[in-house]
């Protein structure tokens, strides 16, 4: 596994650390087949970061907040492979974890979003060994395996933990002289756009009932988050567990419209999967990273 050299860079709302080629080649050999397989699903790490649906008293509002009982429309999957949608895989202390993400449009062709809690402990240090396996599936890696050269996340994220902002951007290195961009595509993205609207989101759910090794995708009408009351994160109905942490959120049905959001956490027992609200401090974090 390789070993972090840099030390992590604070401006502003953005936060980024350094990756030497060194280490993004270590990070490229780690992650074999059967290491992908075995991976953790990442939304262990951000377990300790929402509240319960028991909430503290505040004026006008109750106690408890039952659990929220949607009319879903149903998660679909697993579903064929998708080019730029795929699985982040990163080690802390020792362990391999996967999360999912997506290659975005951006000035250096070479940027992937995913959550924020898939790079970094929020508050912590930047995990090891991160690369994207675009259109991953059942250990296959077909457009190969990008190794992060730089991560990017918001500072709300590196140095409080905070779920409201929880996503990153990871600037991968180029495979055999090429972007990213230019061999699996890349989305749109969007900020600042109103609440309630229409998602459909993808990933890769790990935790069960699924396994981790096909692509799946749930959507519907985003709602606020009744539970941890005060965020401004928004929810859609979904299936989906934890594996699926920072896969994709696009605006309308299916994959083609523009990224407004990644997964990012939800309930027990609640079929609902939340969204930080992109606006503009996450806005100047994708800036920092597509110019980077």
């Known amino acids: 596994m390789s070993q972090a050299t840099a030390e992590p860079v604070s401006n502003g709302d953005v936060s980024s650390t350094a990756i030497s080629t060194s280490e993004a080649q270590a990070a490229q050999d780690y992650w074999t087949p059967e290491r992908m397989k075995a991976a953790i699903p990442g939304d262990s790490l951000v377990a300790d970061k929402v509240a319960g649906p028991t909430v503290q008293p505040q004026t006008g509002l109750p106690t408890t907040v039952p659990a929220q009982q949607p009319v879903l429309r149903a998660t679909s999957g697993p579903l064929t492979p998708i080019s730029n949608i795929g699985k982040v895989f990163f080690t802390i202390n020792g362990s391999g974890y996967v999360c999912s993400g997506n290659s975005v449009n951006s000035t250096n062709g070479s940027t992937v979003s995913t959550a924020g809690h898939c790079m970094n402990e929020g508050p912590g240090v930047y995990y090891k060994d991160f690369v994207f396996v675009p259109a991953y599936e059942n250990g296959a890696a077909p457009y190969g395996k990008w190794p992060a050269r730089t991560l990017i996340a918001t500072s709300q994220w590196v140095n409080n933990g905070d779920i409201n902002y929880d996503t990153g951007f990871a600037v991968v290195s180029t495979l055999n002289g090429k972007r990213l961009a230019d061999v699996v595509g890349a989305s749109g993205v969007a900020f600042n756009q109103s609440r309630g609207l229409n998602y459909t989101a993808y990933g890769y759910p790990a935790a069960a009932p699924y396994d981790g090794q096909r692509l799946w995708s749930c959507a519907g009408k985003a709602t606020n988050d009744r539970i ?20 994709p959120w696009f605006i309308g049905t299916g994959s083609n419209g523009l990224q407004n959001s990644v997964n990012s956490y939800g309930y027990n027992g609640v079929q609902m999967m939340y969204g930080p609200y992109w606006g503009t401090v996450i806005q100047n974090t994708y800036k920092t990273a597509a110019a980077a």
């Open 228 to 247: 941890n009351s005060g965020n401004t994160t928004q929810g859609i109905p979904c299936t989906m567990t934890g594996g699926s942490s920072g896969g």
